[in-house]
């Protein structure tokens, strides 16, 4: 009962908070099915550290900021910005590997896009942004449309009303700097690319359109599929369609008074899974509109330490993955982008990523799905989160919210990750078990984990003891024995009691090393040492471990993090990878890809 009070006190919070989050309109699921025109190409931008485009000299909001780009001669009349002298970016794509000058910048870049567009007659049209990071402002045509939080999910905003026939201008101002009240906060391992870093797109639909739909497996079942279909709107009688012509699934439905249709059919459905990763293509389709998706059905579930997918024990052969492109070394552009690293991780032998720490773009996600890669996706929930405050609690649940909304249909999404390696304390567990009941009540049908961090028993007896083991389905941690915590040799020693009745997976271990450094194996940052850490852990997970149903070792490549400063050997980059940010494969990668080409 007490979990449920907190529960709804900070639900309340949650729908009280709307300064920084404002204007946005449920998310239209699937926009890649339909009828969109991109946005993306180069558009004008220019950085405003001091904010002046948006705040007055009394930093009140100024309500003629640069986003009016107002038109004037600066000769009768004046201005102080322009965008149309003003150099250009590419749209998606961080500034700070686009633009030199960028490349430390924190803080509001004015971007600026002109499009043609034609207001059509019994249509709506959304602007929707893949991502953009990290709070965003957007103004069409000078008006405010609306702002969002957090750098890593999508949004959409209504904007049929404020489109005009011919050109239009749409202005956004991107603000990445770190807070600590933001998620994540002001101190974390990665590198904080600003911008518009996935698509931008006008997305086209009918007054009554299929807003959003969840396709699965009927909980409980193999043999039955569910979807429940909701039309924009709270509209009572319209027709709904819903059709997987290759299981002879044809079926019509009205919507209820909140504009949700249900469907149920039993048929003999072909499982999803890594070794035969089958999609199903899936119709929708309303009075006015029609929608098509590819789905798979799976089921995922827990049983004692092990699990269990469609019913039998699963080993999950995995790598941790940042969304940072292959080569280039900067946030991923493109769907290509993916492919590298997805590839890299089939190349591996893996069966699993895990996607850190933070959503990946949407093609990710589907890009695994199809090549047979199950995925734990995760929210920004990381290291030393403000616990106490409502509006951070409310900014990470409209995030896992977004994430789950999003990916929702992914049959290969199995894990939804609410946090990494965060200190313990009453006011974490409240924010945490939160955020797990959220994702258990709007999910039933994915397992709950989170990165946890060792606490021991003993300097011998390793173990992981956090209050959040309850809340969670799969005890899963991150342990950097041989690194963070002493030298290789100390693996050999220590042993491992973990008393939860529960699956354990190893999220995290890993070295540091530059690709070609070479050495002894007792020499730290050589690639022979960090060989040496693989090889060493991978024994005491079969030796001296509890049974371990999965491991996602740190992490696949090199990547940017501007917390790593040690000169011609990190250089700017978190080194752990077992590919360098050149794509080199170091021996470490070999020592995984032989364990794995086994280890079932
Ligand atoms: C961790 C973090 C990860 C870091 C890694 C490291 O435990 O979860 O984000 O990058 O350690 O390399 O220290």
New binding site residues.
Partial sequence: MKKILILAALLSASLAYGQRTEGLDPLIQHVYGREIRSLNGYWNYFADPLETGYYDYRRRPDPNGFFKDKQVDNVTTWKEYDFDLSPVMAVPGDWNTQVHQLFHYEGMVWLRHKFPAAREAGKRQYLYFGASNYLTHVFLNGEHVGDHEGGYTPFNFDVTDLLRDGENTLVVAVDNKRLPERVPTII???FNYGGITRDVMLVSVPERFVESYTVRLKPGTTDTVEAVVRMNGKEAGQHVGFAIPELKIDLRGTTDADGVARFEKRARIGLWSPESPKLYAVEIASDDDRVEDEIGFRTIETRGREILLNGKPIFLRGISIHEEAAFRNGRIAKVEEDRTLLGWARELGCNYVRL??YPHNEQMVREAERMGLLVWSEIPV?WTILWEREDVYANALNQLDEMIERDQNRCNVIIWSIA??TPHGDARDRFLSSLAAYAREKDPTRLISM?MERNDKSPEVLSVQDNMNEYVDIISL?E?VG??DGTNEKIDRVRWEIDYEKPVMIS?F?G?APYGKRGEATEIWTEEYQADLYRKTLRMIEERMPPVSGISP??LKDFR?ARRLLPQTQDGF?R?GVISDRGERKQAFYVLQDYYKTKR
């Fill in positions: 974390c391992d990665w850190a720490h990381y990494n390696e990165a991150n950097y690194w963070y995290e890993g540091g740190w992490v993090s978190n752990k």
